[in-house]
């Protein structure tokens, strides 16, 4: 069946540094990749979309890239900041009516 | 504009009680969704609409059923509460029509409810 998992132990990183975070599919192939942030308490919000014909995308400080051969996207966050501490949940679509199928999540922890 | 909203923001129930959960949207989406999120399990599919009149089921649905009368409200229901329903529960909606799919486009979620059933 189709997975898609995220490394489900929290990420620590220093202020400034670069923060990555992975997300593996298994057993498919998405047509692309969404990514949310989600704050305690809060529902997830959209950050940006990669199609599996992309090979990266950018956005401000974010950038995703699409690995169809590692079966693999990864997010990164440069120049973090103690804001961008929070939870990133990747999701790829599963069949019709636009459903999608979420990973557990990443906590990411930027330290000032 | 609100969002998607929803009501009540905690509830706590006792096993074997009934309630609906309300889904609100102001951006005249077509699609909407019931999720429930667990420490460990992600976000998890609970029922979906396509449109207006219409629901399915998504990975979880058993325990639950769902209505959705009015385009812009989607109503979770639980008519035999049990204690493995304790969760938070969100919903979502989504541009696009059932013929055009709009696949690419991005959910919008609510704030949740976070529901106890002692």
């Known amino acids: 069946s189709q997975k898609i998992e995220q490394n489900s132990e929290a990420l620590n990183i220093q202020e400034g540094k670069t923060a990555t975070l992975t997300c593996n599919y298994t057993?498919?192939?998405?047509?692309?990749l969404q990514w949310y942030r989600q704050d305690p308490g809060r529902g997830p919000v959209f950050l940006l979309l990669?199609?599996?014909?992309?090979k990266e995308k950018r956005k401000e400080r974010l950038k995703v890239t699409f690995d169809t051969t590692l079966k693999q996207s990864l997010f990164h966050i440069t120049a973090s900041q103690p804001a961008d501490s929070a939870t990133y949940l990747c999701?790829?679509?599963?069949?019709?009516?636009?459903?999608?199928?979420f990973g557990q999540g990443t906590e990411l922890s930027v330290k000032p | 504009n609100a969002g998607v909203t929803q009501t009540p923001k905690f509830r706590v129930l006792k096993t074997g009680q009934s309630m609906t959960l309300l889904c609100a949207q102001d951006?005249?989406?077509?699609?909407m969704y019931w999720y429930r999120q667990d420490p460990g399990m992600g976000l998890r599919l609970i029922h979906y609409?396509?449109?207006?009149?219409?629901?399915a089921k998504g990975e979880v649905p058993d325990g639950y059923n769902v209505s959705r009368l009015k385009k812009q409200n989607f109503l979770l229901g639980l008519e035999s509460a049990a204690p493995s329903q304790t969760s938070v529960y969100f919903c979502?909606?989504?541009?696009?029509?059932?013929?055009?799919?709009?696949?690419?486009?991005?959910?919008?979620f609510g704030p949740g409810t976070r529901l106890t059933v002692l």
């Open positions: 057993n498919y192939s998405p047509a692309y």
């Open positions: 999701a790829s679509p599963l069949g019709q009516g636009g459903k999608l199928i």
């Open positions: 990669i199609r599996e014909n992309e």
């Open positions: 979502a909606s989504r541009k696009g029509t059932a013929t055009s799919g709009g696949n690419y486009n991005e959910q919008f």
């Open positions: 951006m005249n989406h077509e699609y």
């Open positions: 609409s396509v449109g207006e009149g219409t629901t």
